[in-house]
C-alpha cells in the first residue's frame, strides 16, 4: 500500500493520514454510496495509524465488514454509526448538551452523542421539549447552561434553538431534520427557520447532520479542555 | 351606473352587491394595482350600498381620492387602510389578540388590527413578545386567554405561533412576514415554519396578510356573538 | 415512570400531562417515526391520564401494538388512525363540515373527520365538489352554511375553498393535498392556490394535514358550544 | 439593407421576412431591453414588407422613435402596445373572449384585447368575475359558450380558468398575472393552479403574457375562419 | 343510487352527468389513487349515460376490474388508458399531429394519441424528432401544416416546441415530459423552457399531462368540424 | 416608563432587561425597519441598564438619531453599525479570524469584526484569500491555527470555509454572502455550498449575517476566556 | 428499414445517420426509459452504419439485449455504459484528466473515463482529492497541467473546480454529483456552487452527467489532435 | 506596497501576482461592489506586472477612475468592460463565435467578445439566429464549423445551444441570459434548458457570465495555438 506523503493512497480513495496533526481528530468515515469493502479497507488504514474509528451513515453490512477484521468494533444502530476504540482519544473536560424537540428527532441526536462520546466529550441527553410545551424546557435551564456547548436537533418549524438560545450563554448548534411532512419539505422548512432564528448566535449544519455538530462542538469542548490544562491539541 | 343582479357593474370592476347576505360583511376593496379613481368609484358604490368601508393596501393618493368625495375617510397610516364608517357593522362580544413577535412586524399586526376594530371586534394589542426572551410572552398568557381568537404576527423563523399554541386553548391563527434577510427569502423561512407549526391547530394566512387573519378571526367572533344572542350575522 | 411536574417522562418522550388543561384537549399521538412500541407507551400513559386516545399517521403495526394492551381501541383504516374512548371528550353543539374536492382526497377528509369526531363535533362529509363542475357545489349552500366551520380539501390547483369562502358566512380551513402530479411538486401547487386565495378569510394548514383543520375546527366549535352554555372549556 | 433570402439583416437583429408565408402573421417586436432606435428601425422593416405592426412591452420612449417616422403608429397606454395598420389583417369571423379575474389584472388582459384586435378578431370583454363572486361568472355563460376561444387571465390563485372550463365547451386558454404579495411569488401560485387545473383542456402561457395568448387564440381563431371559407391562411 | 340533477351521487364521488352537454366531451377518470373497484363503478354510470369510457393513469388492476363488467373495454398498456366505446363519439374532421422529441417520451404521446382517437380525431404520430437533429423535423413541415393543431411532447430542455412553432402556421400545445435527470428536477426545465418559448402562440398543459394536451386539440378540432358543417358540439 | 420584571416595555418594543444575566452580552438592536426615533428610544433603555450598545443594520440617519442623545456613539460605515461604550465589556483572552474570499465580501466581514470587538474579543482580519487563489491561504495557516474560532465570509460558491477547515484545528464559523450575480440567487449558491461542506464542523448562519457569526464566536471565546480565569461569564 | 435521408426511421426512433458527419462522433444511445428491445435494435442500426456503439446509463438488461446479437459488446459496470468497437474511433493524442472529490463520485467519474476511451482519448483518472485536504491536489499539479482538459467531478459543496482551476492552465469542466444529503437537493448545491465558481473558465455540465462532460472533452480533445497533424475531424 | 510571494497585498485586495504564470492569462478584475478607488488601484498593480488589463462589470465610474491614471484605457458601454493593453497578449490562430439568439442577449455577447478579444482570439459575431426562425441558423452552419470554439448565448428558454450542437463538431458553450419575464425567474429558465440540453458536448456557465464563457474559449484556442506552434502557454 503506497504512501504519500500526507495520506495513504488505496486507489479508490486517499486516506487523509496527516489529518489528526492538522484538525486534531482523525479521519472519519461518511459511507453512504461506498461499499462494505470499501468502508472496511479504509477502516483498516485509519486504525492502524490512529487507532479509533468512527464510520457514520453505516448500514449493517457496512458494520459486518469492518466487525470481520476488526472484533472490537460496535454497531450503534439508532445512529447508523460504526465505532472502535483500540487507543481511545483524550477526554475533554467539559459536558456537551444533546437535545432534541420530539421522539422522531431521536435518530440524529443519536449520531450527535455517539461522535461526541468517540471525540472525547461527555454527552447530556434531554429529548422530547419541543416549545409547543415550553415547561418541559424551562425546567432544564439549569442542566444546560451547565454544559459547555449546546446542540438542539429538531424538525417541522425548527423553533427549538432560538428558544434555548434565549435562555442560555453557551453557543448553540443547531440541527434541521428531516422529520415532518408537506410542506417541510424533506427539513428544508426547519433549515430557513434555524437560519433565520431570532436567538442570537445560532449557528446551523445540514439536514439530518448529526455528526457535524457533535464535531464542531468537539472542537468547542477541546479548545476549552486545552485551556483548562487538559490534554488533547494539535 | 347598471345593476345586474347580484353586482354593480363598473365596467373596469364588478363590486359585489350581495356578499354582505351572503358572507356576512362588505366587499372590501384590495388598493394595490388600482388607480386612486378606480379605488374611489368603488368606495363610492360599497358606502352607498353598505354604508361602511375597509380599503386596504392603500397609498396616500388612494386615501386622497376617497376622502375627497367622503369627509368621514380616515387614512390609517402604519397599516395602510383607508375606513370610513357611516354605519357602523354590529359590535361583537368577543376580543380578539394581536400578538407580534417583534417591532418590525407591527405594520402587519396594524393592518389585522384596523381590519379587526372595522368588522365590530375589540383588539388586544400584544407586542414583541418573540421567543428569543420567552418570560415575556409567559407573562401575557391570561390577556391572551381570555380572547376569543389569537393572531400571532411573526417574520424571521416564525416561531411563535407555536408557542402560543402550547399555552392556549384558543384559536391562533398565523401570519407570516416579510421581515428578515437572507435565507428568510422575503418571509417563505415564516411561512413555511407556520404551516410546519408542531402547535396543534394553527392555521396560515399568505405573508403579510394581516388583512385576511383579521377577517377570519371576526368570522369566528361573530359566530360566538351570534351564538351569544347578539346582533350581526347572514 | 417518574412524573415530573407537567408532564411523564418515558426517557425517549415526555408526554404533556398539563396539555388538556392549557389547550382543552389531551395530547395527540403522531406515529410517523416512532415504533409501534412507542406509540403503544405513549398511549398508556395519555389512556390512564385522559382516557381518550388518538393516534394519527398511524399503520396498521402501530394499531396492533396498541390494541394489544387497549382492548378498545380501534383502526380508521383510510384515516390511517387509531382511537380508543374510555371516556369520551365532551360533545360540542355545532356540525363541522368536511368538503373535498375528488376522490383521491378522501383520506386526508377522513383524517380530519375522525378527529372532529374524536374531539366531540358532529361531521357533515360532501364529498368530490370540485370547482369544474361548479353546480355540485352551489346545491350545497345551505347544508354548508348550517354548520359552524367549514374544512375543505382539495389537491391539484386548491380553488375549492375560494369557491365555498364565496358562497358562505362561516370560517373556512383550507387543507391542501398531495394529490396532482407533475408540477403539483407534491402539493405545493394546491398550497400556494390555498395561501393566495381570492376568498377573503381562508386560512390554511400543511400539505395533507387533515388533523391540523380539524384541531383548529374543534377549537372553534367548543368557543361556540362553551358559549352556549354547554361543556368543554379550559 | 442586405437581405439575405428569408431575412433582413440589421446588424443587431435579422427580422424575419418570411414569417407570414410560414406562420401566418408578421413577426411581432417584443421591446423589453431594446432601444427606441432599434424598435423604430425593427419596425420600418416590418412595416415596409407587411404594412402592419405590432410592439408589445413598449414604453413610451419607444413609441415615440416609432411615431416619428410612422405617423399612423398608435399607442396603448394600459396594453404597453404600438400598433400600426397601413395594411389591417383579414378579419376573422369568430370573437374571442377576454376574461378577468380582477381589476388588478386589465393591463394583462388589454395586451391580449389589442394583439387580437390587430390580428383581425373581434374581442369580447369581460371584467372581475373571479372566482370568490362566482354568480359574476355564471351570469356570463352564453356570453362565453357564443365565443370561438376563451382567455382567462387571473393572478393570485390562478382559479379562474378551472371554473370557466366547466362551464363552457370552447378552447380555454389562461394566462397567469403577477398580481397578488406574499407567496404569490411574481405570479408562480398562480402558473402553478392554472398548470394543475382540474379543468381538462386547460392550456397555460407565461406569467402576464396576454400577448403569447392572444396569438394563440388569433391562430385557433383564423383555423375556424378559414374553414368558414374566409380570408386569411398560408 | 341516487341521481341529483346534474349529477349522479355515488357517495365518494359525484359523476358530472351534465358535462357532455356543458363541455361537449363526457367526464374522464383519472385513476391515480382510485381503488379499482371507484374506478369500475364510476365507469358503470359513465358508460350508461354517454356510451363512451377514458379513464386515464390506469393500472392493469383498474383495467381488470371494468373489463370485468364491461367486456368492451380495451388496456393501452404504453399509454395506461382504459377505453370503451359503445357509442363512439362523432368522428372530427382535422387531423392533429402528436410529435415527440425522443423515444423515451413515448408514453406520454401515447396518451395524447389515445385520447384524440376516443374523442373522434386521427393521430398523425411523428416521433424522435429532437432539435439536435433538426433536419429530422425539417422533413416533415408539410405533414405538420396538413393538421389543425399540432402537439409536442419533449422533456429535457423542452425545445421543440419553438422550432415546430416557428416552422407552421398551426396551433402548438406543448407537453413538458419529466424525461431528463439532474436538473430537469421532474420535468421542471421543459415545462420552464416550453413556458418562455420564443416561439410565438405556443401554449403548455402540465408535466406528462398527454391527457390535457389532447383534450384542448380535440376542442380546437371540434370546432372546426362543427364549422365545416359536421356533428358534434354542444 | 414601566417596567416589567424583566423587560422595559416601550409600547413598541420589549427591552430585554435580563439578556445579560441570562445570555451573557446585553440585547443588540437590529435596526432595519425600525424608525430612527424608534432605535434611539431602545438604544437609551440599553445604554441605561448595560453602559454598552451596538445597532446593527443601521443607517446614517439611525446613527444621527442615536447621537444626538448618547454623544459617544460612534458610526461605522462599511460595517453599518452603530457603537457606544460607556462600560465596555470585559475584554476576553483569545483572538478571533475574520478571513473573506474576496474584496466584495468586506462589508459583510466588517459587521462581523465591529461586533467581535464590542463583545470584548480582539480581531485578526485576512482578506481576500478565496480559493481560486489558494497559496494566498496556505501562507496563513499559521495566523488561523492561533486564533480560538475562526469566521469565513465567502459569497459565489462558499467554498473558502471548507478548504480552512481542512488546514486547522479550530473552530470554523461560516457567512455565505449575497455577493455573486445570476444563479448565485442571492446568496443560496454560497448557503448551500457551506452548509454540504466536506470540512467536518463547519457551522453556518444566515446570508449576509456577520453579526450572528461574531455572537457566536464571542460566546466561544469568552467559555475559554471564563476557564482561563479571566473575566466575564453568566 | 426505411432510410430516409439523413436518418433510419425505427418507427420509435430516428437513427441521426448523418451525425457523425456533422459533429464528428456517431450518436450515443441514452438507456433511460427505453426498454432492451429499443436499445439492442438501435445499437444495431450505429454499429452497422458507425462500427462503434457508445450506450449510457444501462442497464445490466439493457446490455444482455445487446450483447445477444453483438458479440463483441462490453458491461461497464461502475459506470453502466455498454460499448462495442468493431472499428474503433481514431487515436487522439492528448490526455484528459477524470478528477474526482470523494470515492462516492466514483460512477459519475468512470461514465466520463469509459466515454472518453471510447472516443479515443487516453484517460488521467486521480481519485479522492476534496478540498478538505487540498495538500492531496497539490501535490498533482504537474500531471493535471500535463493534460489537455481536466474533467472534475464532485458532489457535496462543489468546490474541487474552483481550486483546480487556479492551479493550471488548462480548460476545466465540471460535473456536479448528486452525492450528498440533506440540502444537497440532488446535487442542485454542487450544481450551484460550480456555476458560481470564482475561478475563471470553469463551464458546468448537468448533474451526473459524466457522459456530457467527457464528449465535449473530446469534442476539444480532436481539434488539438487535428492540429497536430492527426487523424479525426468532420 | 508589500509584496508577498505569489502576490500583492494591498489590505483589501491580494492581487495574484503568480496567476499568469499558472493559469496563462493575468487576473481580471470583478468590479461589482468595488469602488472606484479600489477598482484603479488594483488595475495599476495589475497593468505594472502584466501590461494588459480586462475589468469586467464595470460603470462609467470605475472607468473615469482608472483612465485618470492609465490614459490608455477604453470603456466599452454595452459589455461594461474596461480594457488597456500596453503590452497586448500573444494573438492566438483559431476564431471563436459567439452567436446570440436575440437583439435583447447583445450586451452579453459583447462582454465575451471583448473578452476575446483582449485575450487574443478573433471574433464572429453572428447575433439574432433563435430557434424561432431556424433558417437563419442552418444559412450559418459553414461559419460556425470555421471556427475552434462557438459560444452560445440566449435567454427565454436558452433552446440555440441544442441547435447549434446539433449541426457542428466545435465545442459549445452555453451562456444563459436573464433575458425573458415571468417564468423565466431571471434566466433560470434559459439555465436550466442549456443543462439538459439534447445536444451533446454542450458545456454551460452562469447567467449572464459572457466573460466566463470567453475565458474558456480562450483557452481552448490557446491549446490550439500552441499546438499550431505559435506563442502562449504558461
Known sequence: MPETPGYVDLGFARVDADRRRRCGFPEVIYCERKTPGEVAAIARVVLERDGVLLATRASRAHYEAVVEEEKGAIFHERACCVTCEHVPLPRLTGRVAVVCAGTSDLPVAEEAAVTLELLGSTVERIADVGVAGIHR?????????ACVVIIVVAGMEGALPSAVAGLVSKP????????????SFGGLAALLGMLNSCGSGVTVVNIDNGFGAAYAAATINRLMSANAGTSSAP
Chains 1, 2, 3, 4, 5, 6, 7, 8 share one sequence.
Do not use: H, K, M, N
Not at 137 to 145: A, C, I, M, V, W
Not at 174 to 183: D, E, K, L, M, Q
Open 137 to 145: 424546557l424551562l425546567g432544564e435551564r439549569d442542566r444546560l447552561e
Open 172 to 183: 448553540v448548534i443547531a440541527v434541521p431534520t428531516s422529520v415532518g411532512y408537506g410542506a
